[in-house]
């Protein structure tokens, strides 16, 4: 298991955004990551639009998954039509303890 940050995008509409989040958590347990930490960073204004939203709502977790795992999450991620964005970014060794 390696330890991954996940910045995620959701739609800053309370439904969406829970929604979405249930089922990023939903996914990552079902491939048996765990979450360590999750920290919100609240809404901001996107660089660019996505999906016709022009804000979004910024969540990052600490997760420790398998390597061999991230694309068949990142393919689940795809069909969250409440996920705008997600990106996995791998921890050094020395940043992960």
């Not at 969540?59 to 999450?73: C, D, G, R, S, Y």
């Not at 689940?76 to 050094?92: A, G, P």
């Amino acid at each position: 298991m390696k330890k991954y940050e996940l910045m995620t995008i959701y739609p800053i509409e309370d439904e969406k955004f829970k929604d979405g989040t249930e089922k990023v958590k939903a996914v990552l347990a079902q491939f048996g990551a765990t979450v360590e930490k999750e920290e919100s960073y609240g809404d901001r204004d996107l660089a660019y639009e996505i999906a016709k939203n022009k804000r979004g709502r910024f969540v990052l977790f600490t997760v420790k998954a398998n390597p061999a795992k991230i694309v068949e999450i990142n393919t689940q991620f795809r069909l969250n039509n409440n996920l705008l964005k997600s990106l996995f970014v791998k921890l050094d060794d020395k940043e992960a303890k």
